[in-house]
T-cell receptor
Framework: NAGVTQTPKFQVLKTGQSMTLQCAQDMNHEYMSWYRQDPGMGLRLIHYSVGAGITDQGEVPNGYNVSRSTTEDFPLRLLSAAPSQTSVYFCASSYFFTGEAGANVLTFGAGSRLTVL | AQSVTQPDIHITVSEGASLELRCNYSYGATPYLFWYVQSPGQGLQLLLK??????LVQGIKGFEAEFKRSQSSFNLRKPSVHWSDAAEYFC????????????FGTGTRLQVFP
């Protein structure tokens, strides 16, 4: 199993450009999420999904779009990149609530470092 | 408001010394508590978790953590630090009913001197 795979690992954009960060998991996890990590801020939740066709906003959703057409994939779209979106982005997945303690521990991808000039 | 506080931004220890990283939380429901470690350039790896039962939990790489409900704390400890433990450590709180609401602390960066 590959776990959670994120692409690309590095990306440089100019202000106003758009791009998509890809996230795929092969563990049949219902729950998938995107976090951004900034120095001194820890990890902040951007968007999440509890299953195909279902998405919701996290703590910092502005400027980002998501969709969940399959269980495996959860892409994050930046429609018009801004310097404030310079960050490291992590995708994470887990089983959703199953009533079994410990089943829904997050598995993280290796991260995507984005720089917006 | 729900939150996680890691009061130490940066800790430096000598190899072989003991380590304690602090974590305090504010959470309305019964908390599920986690410690994750992030090595440079890597994603986050789960060290240990607490859901219920014995308040002293053992994790990977020789780490342990103790849940103290009266102090709203979940401090991470290791009796003897190795140079390979240099990394950033994150405490997180959530519940089994709200995986989507996992709240992370701001992290503690650990530096280990030989």
């Amino acid at each position: 199993n590959a776990g959670v795979t994120q692409t690309p690992k590095f990306q440089v954009l100019k202000t106003g450009q758009s791009m998509t960060l890809q996230c795929a998991q092969d563990m049949n996890h219902e729950y998938m999420s995107w976090y951004r990590q900034d120095p001194g801020m820890g990890l902040r939740l951007i968007h999440y999904s509890v299953g195909a066709g279902i998405t919701d906003q996290g703590e910092v959703p502005n400027g980002y779009n998501v969709s969940r057409s399959t269980t495996e994939d959860f892409p994050l779209r930046l429609l018009s990149a801004a310097p404030s979106q310079t960050s490291v982005y992590f995708c994470a997945s887990s089983y959703f609530f199953t009533g079994e303690a410990g089943a829904n521990v997050l598995t993280f991808g290796a991260g995507s470092r984005l720089t917006v000039l | 408001a729900q939150s996680v506080t890691q009061p130490d931004i940066h800790i430096t220890v000598s190899e072989g010394a003991s380590l304690e990283l602090r974590c305090n939380y504010s959470y309305g429901a019964t908390p599920y508590l986690f410690w994750y470690v992030q090595s440079p350039g890597q994603g986050l790896q789960l060290l240990l978790k607490y859901f219920s039962g014995d308040t002293l939990v053992q994790g990977i790489k020789g780490f342990e953590a103790e849940f103290k409900r009266s102090q709203s704390s979940f401090n991470l400890r290791k009796p003897s630090v190795h140079w390979s433990d240099a990394a950033e450590y994150f405490c997180a709180v959530g519940s089994s009913y709200n995986t989507d609401k996992l709240i992370f602390g701001t992290g503690t960066r650990l530096q280990v001197f030989p």
